[in-house]
């Protein structure tokens, strides 16, 4: 079961940490990423890392503002966000892939958490 957690309201040009953690250990070796939905709008791909963590994919809305990153030992995942911007305002989904590298493609994940609603005010 994931658990995603660090939502927020924060101004803009701040920061958020947010939490994906795998509570029953069952995605042990898998890719796990990092979805979101913003208000209206439909699904969209923010980041991706592989279970070694050597593999790390971002859209380029993202890059250089936020890095995904896992503790394994913890089973948890994470996603660091800074230079939070108003369009970054959506609900963050965490979700797995069991079986593929690091990719953008919704319909390669199989299991998805509940989100986390970021609110980035301008």
């Known amino acids: 079961q994931l658990q995603a957690s660090g939502g927020g309201l924060v101004q803009a040009g701040g920061s958020l940490r947010l939490s994906c953690a795998d509570s029953?250990?069952?995605?042990?070796?898998?890719?796990w990423g990092w979805f979101r939905q913003a208000p209206g709008k439909g699904s969209e791909f923010v980041a991706a890392?592989?279970?070694?963590?050597?593999?790390?994919k971002y859209a380029d809305s993202v890059k250089g503002r936020f890095t995904i990153s896992r503790d394994n030992a913890k089973n948890t995942m994470y996603l660091q966000m800074n230079g939070l911007k108003s369009e970054d305002t959506g609900v963050y989904y965490c979700?797995?892939?069991?079986?593929?590298?690091?990719?953008?493609?919704?319909?390669?994940?199989?299991?998805w958490g509940q989100g986390t609603l970021v609110t980035v005010s301008s």
């Open positions: 029953g250990r069952t995605f042990s070796g898998a890719t």
């Open positions: 890392i592989s279970w070694t963590g050597l593999i790390t």
């Open positions: 979700a797995v892939d069991r079986s593929r590298a690091p990719s953008s493609l919704r319909i390669n994940y199989d299991y």
